[in-house]
């Protein structure tokens, strides 16, 4: 079950008895188990009808009593077991899945991993309730993320304030969640619209200076601009690592290089399908990348940033600083 199909259900008061929320992204965990916490009860129900438990601090035996309470002048009582991937022997569990009450809410918070799909325990949970993963997001989804996000509170954002977010903030969703609530509160009421300028005063990204327009400079082979933006980083360390940039630069030239082998490699709509890009207009930059730099040009690029990032980490680099690493991967690149 998706997010929102769960997130729809939950808002609908279509209660499963158990809720199996586990992955490597905490934000939708949070989130669901947030929303159960606040809004299956009311207020006055809670003190007798909401129980929370640690997995370090309990047995599966001692959840299992808990779920089989019945609620106290409530239809429902939640129990909500965090940390639940600490809870070492499970078995009593099986028996309590196969036929839960159903005036029990179950949710169980597994973070920083998964249960194992192959096992059987995963197989009761999704029969008796809801398994749900929460996965990290890659980084070419989270500007779908941030669109959604803003548009859900009436925001509107231009191509590039979202990848400029994107590229500084990186997948942490819940800083990313925290930075975008504060973006929309400094907003006038008059004009609901994140640009460029709205994201350098409230964030602390330059919009001049970052990630975004580095690899813009060195798509558009800027030779002066991309060069500026390697000094600005180069003597200004408080507003970020230049090490940051290899990452985002690498994914480019890497997706770059699949780009050279798409059968229709003219038509951006075919070549952002080709790279499974969420909009032809992310594959534009792709389509200068291709009139700028040849194949083999490319693989090159690639070699290189496999040079720096080893050197980064001091192999065959006794004492070489970071800015002019960047400045010697950047000439390579442009030249």
Known sequence: MTYDALMRDLEARKFAPVYYLMGDEAYYIDKISDWIAENVLQPEERDFNQTILFGSDVTAAQVVDAAKRYPMMSEYQVVMVKEAQNIRNTDAFEAYFQKPLSSTILVFCHKNGSLDRRKRMTGIIEKAGVLFESKKLRDRDLPAFIENYLRAKGV???????????????????????????????LPETDKRVTPQVVEDQIGVSKDFNSFELR???????????????????????????????????????????????????????????????????AQQYMTGMRNFTGKKTMQIIRKFREMDAKSKGLDNPNTPPGELMKELVFFILH
């Open 156 to 186: 509107e954002i231009d191509h590039k304030s979202t990848q400029i977010i994107a590229d500084s903030i990186g997948a942490d969703l819940s800083r990313m969640s925290s930075e975008l609530d504060k973006l929309i509160i400094s």
């Open 216 to 282: 813009d400079a060195i798509i558009n082979k800027n030779v002066y601009k991309a060069n500026q933006i390697i000094d600005y980083y180069d003597k200004n360390p408080k507003a970020g690592s230049i090490y940051a940039f290899l990452p985002l630069l690498f994914s480019y030239f890497q997706n770059l290089m699949i780009a050279f082998y798409c059968p229709n490699r003219n038509d951006p709509n075919e070549v952002a399908k080709y790279l499974d890009l969420k909009s032809s207009w992310v």
